[in-house]
C-alpha cells in the first residue's frame, strides 16, 4: 500500500519515523526488496561456500533495513519454515527466524504489541518524540 518507508525524504531531511520496525529497522520499497536482496546474493557468490545459508541465502528476501545493514528477512526456502520472519546480523551471521512462523503471524503479534503495550521478542514499544521505537530488553545478565 505505501511501498516502504523512506530514511530520506527531499533536500536530505532524515526521517526517523521511518524506521518503526522492531530492531529499528524501516520497511523497504519494492524495488529496494530486490536491489538489498539480490547484492546480499552477489556478495555471497562472490565469498566463502561457509556463508551459503548462514550469512545470507538465495531464498532469503530482505524487506526491512537497518543502518547498521542488518535488516529484517522472510526466508522463502521450501522447508518447514517457509515464511518464516527473522533477523539478518549482518556482521556476526547469528540469524534467526523466530520473530514469526509467517508475515501474518508477525503483523498479528506486533499489533498486539502496540495495542496491548507488550514485548516483541526481546523489543519493548514506545513513542519518542512522535516515533515508534523499540527498546532492546536486556536480561538479567545485562545482554
Known amino acids: 500500500i505505501n511501498d516502504g518507508t523512506i530514511d530520506f525524504g527531499s533536500g536530505g531531511v532524515y526521517h526517523r519515523g521511518g524506521y518503526f520496525l522492531p530492531g529499528g529497522h524501516r520497511l523497504l520499497s ?3 526488496v530486490v536491489r538489498h536482496s539480490q547484492s546480499l546474493v552477489d556478495i555471497l ?19 526491512g533495513w537497518h543502518v547498521s545493514a542488518d535488516g529484517v528477512v522472510i526466508d522463502q526456502r521450501t522447508e518447514p519454515q517457509q515464511g518464516a520472519i527473522g533477523e539478518f546480523m549482518h556482521e ?3 540469524n534467526d527466524f523466530e520473530w514469526a512462523p509467517s508475515l501474518e503471524e508477525f503483523l498479528a ?4 504489541a502496540l495495542e496491548n503495550g507488550r514485548d516483541f521478542q526481546h523489543y519493548r514499544p514506545q513513542v519518542d518524540d512522535g516515533c515508534l521505537e523499540w527498546d532492546v530488553i536486556l536480561d538479567e545478565s545485562g545482554g
Open 45 to 63: 557468490s562472490k565469498g566463502d561456500e561457509v556463508l551459503f545459508g548462514m550469512w545470507w541465502h538465495p531464498q532469503w528476501l530482505l524487506v
Open 92 to 94: 556476526d551471521g547469528q
Open 109 to 112: 503479534a506486533l499489533a498486539d
Open 30 to 32: 519494492a524495488a529496494e
